[in-house]
């Protein structure tokens, strides 16, 4: 015990002494004495911000709280729109959200750069792409919605904190959140421990880079030397390590669209947290969004998501099949612009972005924003592979998903007595493949029925005693216990750690990826100064003897130099301005009339989308949740002979999209008929035509 509290005592000694991490650096002056942010911004300093951008800019910014924080901090909202010929809320609209990944300050940073670069473009010039499109559309944008995680960012002691801070008994044993991890060697960084313990090893260092770690391979006489586990200790004395955390919900669990009940850090329901909840309702009050973007962890853009694979209710698991060519060329065009490589994503169940899709019914799109920088892009332009995903479809496993493809993983299914057949893998979408694979890969026997299956028990781990290994799980929930049997432990806060060391990375598949790993490091050495990596050094650990304590920085592979926030926002405002100018863009065409008879006419028209983007997904269509467009004759019901008077269209494609209108009506020669055409998220018009013998 004495040990312990000295251990404690010289822990938090050596916290005080840390000083505040470069990164993260005040604000400076620039030379005409305004305040710029030249580092990641504070809550404070993030608010400050967004209150000059709204004081300087009253005719075309608006500041909104749509909600608080656990903690109590404001979730602020922008409205962007110059003035035009329509009101900014009644206009087609994109939303923009950042910050739902505690960790993921890029996102908020850029969103608020790219307000920002926005704003200067259409100043500079009034006829500039930026002012016409900001005229005729509006920018909503919600740039931090998880405050109180990113503010850890700004503390003495770096942690990679996904989650929000809600308090949380993870190990069920009526104490709330009295097991974190704790910086053992006083550097101010939870990173990771190798654990040197002959029975429970399951990893060994890389013999090509010994920073990292693989599985041994017993053909190659290879031998397992230690497990791998968060810093800490054993804080609550019950045997296990880090397993509660100082509380937390992952926001981008937390929405409807496929939410994991029961899952660890999904939280008890859909929308049981103020931040999503604020979302949600913010989206809900203006139904004139018709188009949505989300800055996080999940991508959609790099990869075009397969549209295979459906919920237990049917819903798709990412995209509608029908909805893939769009994606496939707005994801095009956003690689072209923004040049982003080495992109992967974990799976999307419960995500923001996946409800604005499949629930609130608009094309959703996502993306990290940053990623480790590519030295070779692929040919002719293309992002390269992502980490960890084959390149391609989103998660898509190496081969390309054939019969063939599966014989290797069917075949060590089988061998480790898994009931799997091949035609169950053929059924399975392409990210639950790769994530299957990397499963069967490290060691874990698991059925290939996503997370939530296999009998592995969270927080509480296996049954055998003895600290528990860890796995480096691909899917972020529990660890699968090692060969050597023993305990798992639930990983930090943000899901499973990947075997070397650091936060989980922008991806399920990536967490394990040797090569990926290996790219971080050499972009380390070369381009950071070896920033990037805590070197492993011996620790004298109090319960577990000799350990290793290294492994990746938290938010290293997260978050770029401050220095790059401006170029990044640069390319993101371009492509929010591309985006914009995809919107779809119906009208009614000029009626034509024919006269049949005395007092009876044909009328014809066409809605026409002039836009590339349809007006209505296929998944909208499919679940009816985007209200339609709907065309009214301003006539009796009993007049109109032939047709509808008031028809409902529910999508108008692309390009060109056409739904042609063939009315017989009975009038009164001479007399006008008022054809209107409403949509709630693309406004209002209406033309009027003369009924008479000469027609149009």
């Not at 740039?143 to 850890?152: G, H, K, S, W, Y």
């Not at 853009?301 to 509608?320: E, K, R, Y």
């Not at 640069?570 to 009614?588: E, N, Y």
Request: glycine share 14%; with cysteine.
């Amino acid at each position: 015990m004495a040990h312990r509290l000295s251990l404690v005592v010289s822990l938090c000694a050596g916290l005080l002494n840390l000083a505040p991490s470069p990164m993260f650096a005040p604000p400076l002056l620039a030379q005409d004495g305004t305040a710029q942010q030249a580092a990641y911004h504070t809550y404070d300093q993030f608010t400050a911000a967004l209150r000059s951008l709204a004081a300087a800019n009253r005719d075309s910014v608006q500041l909104t709280a749509i909600g608080q924080s656990l903690q109590g901090r404001n979730l602020w909202a922008v409205r962007l729109a110059l003035p035009g010929d329509v009101e900014p809320d009644k206009r087609p609209s994109l939303l923009l959200t950042a910050g739902l990944d505690g960790d993921h300050l890029v996102g908020s940073e850029t969103a608020l750069r790219a307000i920002r670069e926005l704003l200067r473009r259409a100043g500079e010039d009034g006829e500039s792409s930026a002012a016409k499109l900001l005229r005729e559309y509006t920018l909503y944008v919600v740039p931090r919605v998880n405050p109180d995680a990113a503010e850890l960012h700004f503390a003495n002691l770096k942690q990679d904190i996904v989650r929000n801070r809600r308090p949380d008994d993870a190990d069920r044993d009526l104490r709330i959140d009295e097991d974190p991890p704790n910086d053992l060697n006083g550097d101010g960084r939870i990173t990771m421990m190798r654990v040197y313990d002959p029975e429970q090893a399951n990893r060994m260092a890389d013999p090509d880079d010994p920073r990292l770690d693989i599985a041994p391979d017993a053909e190659k006489g290879q031998r397992a030397e230690f497990y791998l586990m968060v810093e800490g200790l054993d804080d609550d004395g019950d045997g296990l390590y880090n397993e509660d955390d100082i509380g937390g919900v992952d926001l981008n669990r937390n929405f409807m669209h496929g939410f994991q009940e029961h899952e660890d850090g999904v939280g008890r329901y859909p929308l049981s947290e103020p931040e999503s909840l604020a979302l949600l309702e913010y989206a809900l009050s203006h139904q004139n969004i018709a188009l949505a973007l989300t800055y996080g962890r999940h991508d959609n853009l790099n990869n075009t998501p397969s549209g295979q694979g459906t919920l237990p209710g049917g819903a798709p698991i990412n995209i509608d099949g029908g909805d893939v060519p769009i994606y496939r060329a707005v994801g095009e065009a956003f690689k072209k612009i923004t040049g982003l490589a080495n992109v992967s994503s974990p799976a999307v169940e419960g995500s923001f972005h996946a409800w604005a899709y499949a629930q609130y019914g608009v094309p959703s799109f996502a993306t990290p924003v940053w990623s480790r920088p590519s030295e070779q892009p692929a040919e002719g332009g293309e992002a390269a592979p992502a980490e960890g995903g084959g390149g391609g479809e989103q998660g898509a496993p190496p081969g390309g998903g054939g019969a063939d493809d599966f014989s290797d993983i069917l075949a060590a299914a089988q061998a480790r007595g898994m009931e799997v057949t091949l035609e169950q893998l053929q059924a399975m979408p392409p990210d639950r493949i790769a994530f299957f694979r990397q499963m069967i890969a490290s060691g874990a026997a698991r059925p290939p029925g996503g997370e939530g299956g296999g009998g592995f028990r969270r927080g509480g781990g296996a049954p055998g005693g003895g600290a528990q290994p860890m796995g480096g799980e691909p899917g972020g929930g529990a660890q699968p216990p090692p060969p050597g049997g023993g305990r798992f432990q639930r990983g930090t806060r943000g899901g499973a750690q990947p075997p070397s060391g650091g936060p989980p990375a922008r991806g399920g598949a990536s967490r394990n990826n040797r090569e990926g790993d290996k790219g971080w490091l050499q972009y380390s050495d070369e381009k950071r100064e070896g920033s990037g990596f805590v070197p492993w050094s011996d620790f004298d650990h109090p319960q577990l003897g000799r350990v290793q304590i290294g492994g990746f920085t938290p938010y290293f592979r997260t978050n770029p130099p401050a220095e790059e926030l401006d170029a990044l926002a640069g390319k993101q405002a371009d492509f929010i301005l591309d985006l914009l100018d995809r919107m779809p863009k119906v009208s009614l065409t000029e009626p034509t009339v024919k006269r049949l008879a005395s007092g009876l006419y044909e009328v014809k028209a066409a809605l026409v989308n002039d836009g590339f983007l349809p007006a209505g997904t296929r998944m909208a269509v499919r679940n009816r949740r985007a209200r339609p467009f709907v065309v009214r004759l301003d006539l009796p019901v009993e007049n109109v002979l032939s047709g509808q008077a008031v028809s409902k269209i529910w999508s108008v494609g692309g390009s060109g999209g056409r739904n042609d209108f063939r009315w017989i009506v009975r009038a009164a020669d001479g007399s006008t008929l008022k054809i209107t055409l409403f949509s709630e998220k693309y406004g209002e018009s209406s033309t009027t035509v003369t009924l008479s013998p000469e027609g149009n």
